[in-house]
């Protein structure tokens, strides 16, 4: 197969893949920022924008996606591949979608690399540019932020589709024949996005933010397959480079020759050697720009059902623990994955959520003991305390102190803070569910006592009439002039109506 | 139902897609369409230089939320070729509103190659890729209805997103780079800042019968076949 190849068409080759493949991932990170990307054009070439596309290059994507690669190229059997996840603020994740980059062994040996392979390549970029905005991810990234964030993960090697549940669907993007093999682009993404239970996830690896996060632990470390990454915390300063473009910038210098008759079309290449380029981290920030993240609760009036919740995801998810040594030992042999959280994240702003569980109005609480100090409960000054059948209620263990040791850890569990005090770990996850009207055991009041309780409630003082003050006759007798009133204003109301329509 | 077609007739490749839209959405449904198709049909400004080479410039390109379509798509970072397609988009609306039918039409945007035809005869068009979108518009009763064609709509235009990435993906004919001579056989050289393929744009209204009542031809770009 190469042996078919000139020297230069090779090394032309490789570089393009090579290219093509930071740019891919440029192209899924960027789209998954949450936010519209546009770049200009230029009537004239740049040098350093590959296949004549306004790509950015965020630095730290470049990067990731180097450490992937580890020095290797896209080849037969060796997948690129970019996997999207959705983690909410609960700690619960989900993969959304996972690219790939793959090739086969069919072989194109009659094409011009240095041309159609160059442009194809292009092309292929734009249709990527084009599906990015049309799988179901998008629209979740869009809407990110409070409740959710994206992130997204490199590895080359065997191509992992399990995670994306079942009745996943797959897009083709594209192919482009190479001498050496076929290039194709796909995606694979999730369609049932039933976010699953943290526990399910307590087996898969750490994910890297789409926004600069360099304070995330990894909560998961014991992942033989995966590796953790070294992160460099912004300001943080290693020599100052933290380089998308490691030792060597290539620029592509593309000239295309018109030669008739054969029209034969060649590219001059033009590679600048030894540029090393210095970036500053707050430079990345250019590229962010998402919230805060807040843990808020995603539920909207009663309480919302809280699993039990590993400590690590909050921790995780706030970054207050910093973060992880660098230089670290590269990667073992593939898969090799570099994860890596992206995201700016001001630690103050995340620790002053106060999550506090409110249970809805007129919902019984039970003793005073039990409930409104661990459960925080509105209006616990009007329940009635008569009865106190806390041992008769299997849902109700009283904790041992209200006061969490952050307002958010204890916030995110202030129902399993309840079950600390020695509970045997279960499978099971005990909730101290009430929702609003819910039937409580302690109080002898269900739906219907409380219903026809209060049936009639006696009327407002402020919507009563004193009938002594005012007759009817009185009433009839001031209609005329309330009429006359209205009529004289009756361009008013028109003109108000019509600012209505 | 919509079904798009795809056929060759005298290495001309046909490509057919169908979308039923509300009437507001017709504009940003056609516009994510056409700037899809010329988002993959467009390549930077050539420059010639001596000994028979030539540089390309750089495209750039931008995302378009649809205010009344959920949907976001792509398109090339060039506002003069903006101005070009929402112009014809608009004339294409209106043409809808006016002609009294049950909001029927079909809107084609035709890529084409100049050949020089030598005197008296003028240069003769030959098309080499046609994208036609047939449109329905339909009217809905009430925002519950809107709000779900709006996600449906959005979703429908993913599928033709896909199926147009699919199409251009074939790498089926396309013309041969040309000569400076003959540049602006291939390309429109007109705009400033990118190079899209020859390209026109021209649509029909479709009575209720299903017939073409007028068969509206606009050029929109400045190269026609005017002697």
Same mark, same amino acid.
């Given at each position: 197969?190469?042996?078919?190849?000139?020297?230069?068409?090779?090394?032309?080759?490789?570089?393009?893949?090579?290219?093509?493949?930071?740019?891919?991932?440029?192209?899924?990170?960027?789209?998954?920022?949450?936010?519209?990307?546009?770049?200009?054009?230029?009537?004239?070439?740049?040098?350093?924008?590959?296949?004549?596309?306004?790509?950015?290059?965020?630095?730290?994507?470049?990067?990731?996606?180097?450490?992937?690669?580890?020095?290797?190229?896209?080849?037969?059997?060796?997948?690129?591949?970019?996997?999207?996840?959705? /983690?909410?603020?609960?700690?619960?994740?989900?993969?959304?979608?996972?690219?790939?980059?793959?090739?086969?062994?069919?072989?194109?040996?009659?094409?011009?690399?240095?041309?159609?392979?160059?442009?194809?390549?292009?092309?292929?970029?734009?249709?990527?540019?084009?599906?990015?905005?049309?799988?179901?991810?998008? /629209?979740?990234?869009?809407?990110?932020?409070?409740?959710?964030?994206?992130?997204?993960?490199?590895?080359?090697?065997?191509?992992?589709?399990?995670?994306?549940?079942?009745?996943?669907?797959?897009?083709?993007?594209?192919?482009?024949?190479? $001498? *050496?093999?076929?290039?194709?682009?796909?995606?694979?993404?999730?369609?049932?996005?039933?976010?699953?239970?943290?526990?399910?996830?307590?087996?898969?690896?750490? *994910?890297?933010? *789409?926004?600069?996060?360099?304070?995330?632990?990894?909560?998961?470390?014991?992942?033989?397959?995966?590796?953790?990454?070294?992160?460099?915390?912004?300001?943080?300063?290693?020599?100052?480079?933290?380089?998308?473009?490691?030792?060597?910038?290539?620029?592509?210098?593309?000239?295309?020759?018109?030669?008739?008759?054969?029209?034969?079309?060649?590219?001059?290449?033009?590679?600048?050697?030894?540029? +090393?380029?210095?970036?500053?981290?707050?430079?990345?920030?250019?590229?962010?720009?998402?919230?805060?993240?807040?843990?808020?609760?995603?539920?909207?009036?009663?309480? $919302?059902?809280?699993?039990?919740?590993?400590?690590?995801?909050?921790?995780?998810?706030?970054?207050?623990?910093?973060?992880?040594?660098?230089?670290?030992?590269?990667?073992?042999?593939?898969?090799?994955?570099?994860?890596?959280?992206?995201?700016? +994240?001001?630690?103050?702003?995340?620790?002053?959520?106060?999550?506090?569980?409110?249970?809805?109005?007129?919902?019984?609480?039970?003793?005073?003991?039990?409930?409104?100090?661990?459960?925080?409960?509105?209006?616990?000054?009007?329940? $009635?305390? %008569?009865?106190?059948?806390?041992?008769?209620?299997?849902?109700?263990? $009283?904790?041992?102190?209200? %006061?969490?040791?952050?307002?958010?850890?204890?916030?995110?569990?202030?129902?399993?803070?309840?079950?600390?005090?020695?509970?045997?770990?279960?499978?099971?996850?005990?909730?101290?569910?009430?929702?609003?009207?819910?039937?409580?055991?302690?109080?002898?009041?269900?739906?219907?006592?409380?219903?026809?309780?209060?049936?009639?409630?006696?009327?407002? %003082?402020?919507?009563?009439?004193?009938?002594?003050?005012?007759?009817? %006759?009185?009433?009839?007798?001031?209609?005329?002039?309330?009429?006359?009133?209205?009529?004289?204003?009756?361009?008013?109301?028109?003109?108000? +109506?019509?600012?209505?329509? | 139902?919509?079904?798009?077609?795809?056929?060759? &007739?005298?290495?001309?490749?046909?490509?057919?897609?169908?979308?039923?839209?509300?009437?507001?959405?017709?504009?940003?449904?056609?516009?994510?369409?056409?700037?899809?198709?010329?988002?993959?049909? !467009?390549?930077?400004?050539?420059?010639?230089?001596?000994?028979?080479?030539? !540089?390309?410039?750089?495209?750039?390109?931008?995302?378009?939320?649809?205010?009344?379509?959920?949907?976001?798509?792509?398109?090339? !970072?060039?506002?003069?070729?903006?101005?070009?397609?929402?112009?014809?988009?608009?004339?294409?609306?209106?043409?809808?509103?006016?002609?009294?039918?049950?909001?029927?039409?079909?809107?084609?945007?035709?890529?084409?190659?100049?050949?020089?035809?030598?005197?008296?005869?003028?240069?003769?068009?030959?098309?080499?890729?046609?994208?036609?979108?047939?449109?329905?518009?339909?009217?809905?009763?009430?925002?519950?209805?809107?709000? &779900?064609?709006?996600?449906?709509?959005?979703?429908?235009?993913?599928?033709?997103?896909?199926? &147009?990435?699919?199409?251009?993906?074939?790498?089926?004919?396309?013309?041969?780079?040309?000569?400076? !001579?003959?540049?602006?056989?291939?390309?429109?050289?007109?705009?400033?800042?990118?190079?899209?393929?020859?390209?026109?744009?021209?649509?029909?209204?479709?009575?209720?019968?299903?017939?073409?009542?007028?068969?509206?031809?606009?050029?929109?770009?400045?190269?026609?076949?005017?002697?």
């Amino acid at each position: 197969m190469d042996s078919d190849l000139s020297p230069q068409d090779k090394k032309d080759l490789d570089k393009f893949i090579k290219f093509f493949a930071l740019k891919t991932v440029q192209v899924i990170v960027q789209a998954r920022l949450g936010e519209k990307i546009s770049t200009c054009s230029s009537s004239s070439p740049t040098g350093s924008d590959w296949f004549n596309l306004a790509i950015k290059d965020i630095p730290e994507v470049t990067h990731e996606a180097k450490k992937a690669l580890a020095g290797q190229l896209p080849g037969i059997g060796r997948s690129m591949c970019v996997e999207i996840s959705l /983690k909410t603020s609960e700690g619960d994740s989900m993969e959304l979608e996972t690219w790939c980059l793959e090739m086969n062994e069919k072989c194109d040996k009659d094409i011009k690399v240095s041309y159609t392979v160059y442009n194809r390549l292009s092309l292929l970029l734009k249709s990527l540019l084009a599906i990015t905005r049309v799988t179901p991810a998008y /629209k979740l990234s869009r809407k990110q932020g409070h409740d959710y964030v994206i992130l997204y993960r490199i590895y080359f090697g065997d191509v992992q589709l399990t995670g994306l549940g079942e009745g996943f669907q797959t897009v083709r993007v594209g192919i482009v024949g190479t $001498p *050496i093999g076929t290039i194709t682009l796909s995606c694979a993404y999730r369609t049932n996005l039933a976010l699953m239970s943290s526990r399910q996830f307590e087996r898969t690896g750490p *994910i890297m933010g *789409i926004i600069i996060d360099h304070f995330v632990e990894r909560p998961f470390t014991n992942m033989a397959h995966m590796h953790p990454c070294s992160y460099r915390a912004p300001g943080e300063d290693e020599g100052g480079t933290y380089a998308g473009i490691e030792d060597s910038q290539e620029v592509c210098t593309t000239s295309f020759s018109t030669s008739p008759p054969s029209q034969l079309l060649g590219i001059i290449c033009t590679c600048l050697q030894k540029c +090393v380029c210095c970036f500053d981290l707050t430079e990345v920030a250019k590229y962010v720009s998402l919230p805060n993240q807040m843990v808020v609760p995603g539920k909207e009036g009663g309480v $919302p059902q809280m699993p039990a919740q590993p400590t690590h995801g909050t921790a995780a998810e706030h970054g207050r623990i910093p973060s992880c040594p660098t230089g670290q030992s590269p990667q073992p042999a593939p898969p090799t994955s570099c994860s890596s959280k992206v995201k700016t +994240v001001s630690p103050s702003d995340a620790l002053e959520t106060t999550f506090t569980r409110k249970v809805g109005a007129f919902v019984n609480k039970p003793t005073t003991q039990a409930t409104t100090t661990s459960l925080d409960l509105p209006f616990a000054a009007f329940a $009635p305390r %008569a009865y106190d059948l806390q041992e008769n209620d299997p849902m109700v263990h $009283p904790p041992p102190s209200p %006061a969490p040791s952050s307002p958010l850890q204890g916030s995110l569990h202030s129902n399993t803070s309840s079950h600390s005090g020695g509970q045997p770990q279960d499978d099971f996850v005990m909730v101290d569910f009430k929702p609003a009207f819910s039937k409580d055991d302690l109080l002898p009041m269900d739906l219907g006592t409380f219903y026809r309780e209060f049936q009639n409630p006696p009327q407002l %003082a402020s919507l009563s009439i004193d009938v002594s003050a005012q007759s009817m %006759a009185e009433d009839l007798d001031s209609l005329p002039e309330k009429l006359a009133i209205y009529e004289k204003n009756i361009d008013e109301f028109d003109a108000f +109506v019509d600012t209505l329509q | 139902m919509c079904v798009d077609i795809s056929y060759t &007739i005298m290495n001309c490749r046909s490509e057919v897609l169908e979308v039923s839209v509300e009437g507001r959405q017709v504009d940003e449904a056609m516009l994510a369409v056409l700037h899809t198709i010329l988002l993959h049909r !467009s390549t930077g400004k050539f420059h010639y230089k001596k000994e028979g080479t030539y !540089s390309i410039g750089t495209v750039g390109t931008q995302d378009v939320d649809c205010d009344f379509i959920d949907f976001t798509f792509v398109r090339v !970072s060039s506002d003069e070729l903006d101005r070009v397609i929402r112009k014809a988009v608009a004339e294409f609306k209106d043409a809808l509103g006016n002609s009294g039918s049950d909001g029927m039409g079909q809107i084609s945007l035709e890529f084409y190659q100049k050949k020089k035809s030598r005197w008296p005869f003028s240069d003769e068009c030959i098309p080499w890729e046609v994208w036609s979108i047939k449109v329905n518009v339909v009217n809905l009763a009430n925002e519950q209805e809107r709000q &779900i064609c709006r996600e449906k709509v959005g979703e429908k235009l993913g599928e033709k997103v896909i199926n &147009i990435v699919e199409v251009i993906n074939r790498h089926d004919y396309l013309p041969k780079m040309p000569t400076q !001579s003959e540049v602006d056989n291939v390309f429109d050289t007109s705009l400033k800042d990118v190079q899209p393929y020859l390209y026109k744009i021209t649509y029909q209204i479709t009575d209720s019968l299903g017939t073409s009542v007028s068969t509206t031809m606009r050029r929109l770009i400045k190269d026609t076949l005017a002697l």
